[in-house]
């Protein structure tokens, strides 16, 4: 099959905004959201032969996303033209871009940035093509992203994994809503250990298949479950002592209801992908669902929240 592309830089405050339109009209609701990654460095100390990345904060984020080149792209293009414009009238919103893939090049294009990542205190996401030798505490993602989304470049996902570090026990029943490429999953698991049961849901079948070969690449298909589907689904596997929802602003608060009813009493939610404007909306509508907000955690423009369910 053959895809566009299509592609557009933005100031921060309009990540969100852009995002959003792209969940409505790209494939499966599929979005890359692509920090502009500053020149490599060596960190001195633990990680001193380590390539590192940083976010260059001076320059645009990078916004994408997919539609299958078909009959009804020039319409849903036209339509998507027309909605940037009028979000570059309040907002510095750069031109669309648009490029013809094969299924392959989708699959294989951006290969060539990703580097070993340290992430919190004990991640490393590792990219399946590359070798690397950890140290004894490390925990290891061996990812391959392939079509999905999610690689622990962003911001969001970058306080997610830290975040887990803080919140996963042994026995924990995690829910991963919206699991992209299995990334939080499998490291909510490898730090769980051997009796942590994790189920992993997302409303691409792009993204189930590309979790489900991360997991088994992984060797936790024991451990994760992973199916087609969203909170509906999710119920049948809970209740949960932690949820991870790595989103956007607008789902989480669409959800928050059913975020709630997912958590046993005292379970905790972390839930990102907020940019820091929208901030208040979210905790309003968390608190209001009965998941009071016990911290706030951020990065950049980037918020993660983490909150519990009253008793």
């Known amino acids: 099959m053959n895809w566009l592309e299509l592609s557009v830089d933005v100031d921060p405050e309009a990540v969100e905004a852009v995002s959003e339109l792209f969940t409505r009209f790209g494939y499966n609701g599929g979005v890359v959201i692509e920090q502009p990654i500053g020149d490599m460095k060596a960190e001195p100390g633990t990680w001193e032969d380590l390539p590192q990345v940083w976010i260059d904060e001076s320059r645009p984020v990078s916004v994408r996303t997919y539609l299958s080149n078909d009959a ?45 990542l340290h992430v919190g205190k004990r991640t490393v996401i590792k990219p399946s093509w590359l070798e690397f030798t950890p140290n004894e505490e490390d925990i290891v993602v061996d990812l391959d992203p392939g079509m ?27 829910l991963d809503l919206g699991t992209g490429s299995g990334i939080l999953a499998i490291a909510a698991a490898k730090l769980g250990g051997p009796s942590v049961r994790i189920f992993a849901v997302d409303t691409d079948g792009v993204a189930v298949v590309a979790t489900r070969e991360n997991v088994a690449r992984n060797g936790l298909s024991e451990q994760v479950v992973v199916e087609q589907g969203s909170t509906a689904l999710a119920a049948d596997f809970g209740p949960y002592n932690l949820i991870v929802a790595n989103l956007l602003a607008a789902i989480i608060i669409d959800l928050a209801g059913s975020l709630h009813d997912l958590l046993e009493p005292g379970g905790t939610l972390i839930s990102s992908g907020i940019f820091h404007e929208r901030g208040d909306n979210v905790i309003a509508a968390l608190e209001k669902a009965g998941l009071p907000v016990r911290e706030k955690k951020q990065e950049g423009d980037w918020l993660c929240l983490i909150s519990v369910r009253e008793q």
């Not at 009028?86 to 893939?101: D, F, I, N, S």
């Open 148 to 174: 999905a989304f999610g690689t622990g470049y962003h911001p969001t996902t970058a306080l997610c994994l830290a975040t887990l570090e803080e919140h996963v026990r042994p026995d924990s029943n995690i």
């Open 72 to 116: 009804q792209a020039p319409e849903t293009r036209r339509q998507i033209e027309e909605a940037l414009w009028h979000l570059a009238q309040m907002r510095k919103v750069g031109p669309l871009r648009v490029e013809e893939r094969e299924e392959e090049d989708w699959a294989n294009a951006w290969k060539s940035f990703y580097v070993t």
